[in-house]
């Protein structure tokens, strides 16, 4: 970002023909929208200071033109990643200072969830998951739509407009999990976080949660996310408990924050029943299963994922 200070020295010397005047370049930065607002709310400001602090305005100006540019955190070419220089009103110059974007907020919030939950999972093989780089075949089209629709008009938190989640089911190695971390990626340029576990091993990660005293703050992260994903649900071997006070217990918090979950499973919802009322004594608690499956159908549309199993016939 070539600063004004630069632009003008150069100026200074040689003035090509077509190239902004001094006067004409101090022109536009002081009657630029940002700067007249901040001169609105501090009446104070007089043109000595601003012709005094023309660097400062002229990183603000570039800098939240960037600002409304921008389509990913990566990419940012502020003088601080992630940040945008603020006008602020010292003694006798205007100043900036750097505020963190909404993307860095969520750039940092998902590193706290991930360095939480150490079943984080997005396989390596779709770690780059993306919809642009998604083959649209008849038998995922339905699935790849609903996503879609999802990523573009949820509002998690939202009590005015309630959106239900997602449930993908279908055989192994069709997509699924691509598909889910796909809408992760594309959840993340709209700024809403997500957290994608691998069901079975967060599972098993619960168990050893007693001994560090991290439990609850793993269940909040999971009841609180704005959009949590749970991949491969049904091939975890659950205890009573894990079902009824974790799972449960995170599903009916979601529901009474319309904070929307996406799962993918083996399972149809019939099928995903039968596994959750098999107790790990063997027996059969049909109702507790229900009582789950009353959390998960009625908050989710399903989507049948089928097709050749892609993991068998990589190109």
């Excluded at 003035?15 to 609105?40: A, R, T, W, Y």
């Excluded at 949590?228 to 205890?239: F, H, K, R, T, Y």
């Excluded at 229900?290 to 549309?301: A, S």
Aim: overall charge neutral.
């Amino acid at each position: 970002m070539e600063s004004i200070k630069q632009t003008l020295s150069s100026m200074k010397w040689k003035q090509p023909f077509g190239l902004p005047s001094l006067d004409e370049l101090k022109e536009s930065i002081i009657n630029h929208p940002l700067v007249m607002e901040f001169c609105q709310d501090h009446p104070e400001v007089t043109m000595d200071m601003l012709e005094r602090s023309m660097v400062k305005l002229d990183q603000a100006i570039q800098e939240q033109g960037h600002c409304q540019r921008c389509t990913e955190l990566n990419g940012c070419p502020n003088l601080i990643k992630g940040h945008r220089a603020i006008l602020t009103k010292t003694a006798s110059y205007i100043e900036t200072v750097h505020t963190p974007c909404s993307k860095w907020n969520h750039y940092l919030e998902q590193r706290r969830r991930e360095n939480l939950i150490k079943s984080h999972y997005i396989p390596k093989d779709v770690l780059a998951a993306s919809f642009q780089h998604f083959v649209q075949d008849p038998q995922r089209f339905e699935a790849f739509r609903g996503l879609m629709e999802f990523c573009l008009k949820v509002e998690p938190g939202s009590k005015e407009r309630k959106m239900k989640g997602i449930y993908l089911y279908g055989p192994l190695g069709v997509g699924k999990s691509y598909l889910l971390a796909a809408t992760a990626r594309k959840l993340s340029s709209r700024g809403i976080s997500s957290l994608m576990v691998y069901t079975p091993d967060f599972f098993r990660e619960i168990k050893d949660s007693f001994q560090d005293h991290s439990l609850q703050n793993k269940l909040d992260a999971l009841k609180k996310v704005p959009v949590l994903i749970l991949d491969d649900i049904g091939a975890e071997s659950l205890s009573p408990w894990a079902r009824d006070e974790v799972l449960g217990a995170i599903l009916q918090y979601r529901i009474s924050e319309n904070l929307p979950t996406l799962y993918s499973s083996n399972y149809d919802y019939a099928m995903l029943e039968e596994h959750l009322s098999h107790s790990a004594k063997g027996g059969i608690e049909t109702m507790k299963a229900k009582r789950i499956m009353e959390r998960i159908i009625h908050y989710t549309d399903a989507y049948l994922v089928d097709g050749l199993n892609r993991r068998m016939h990589q190109e």
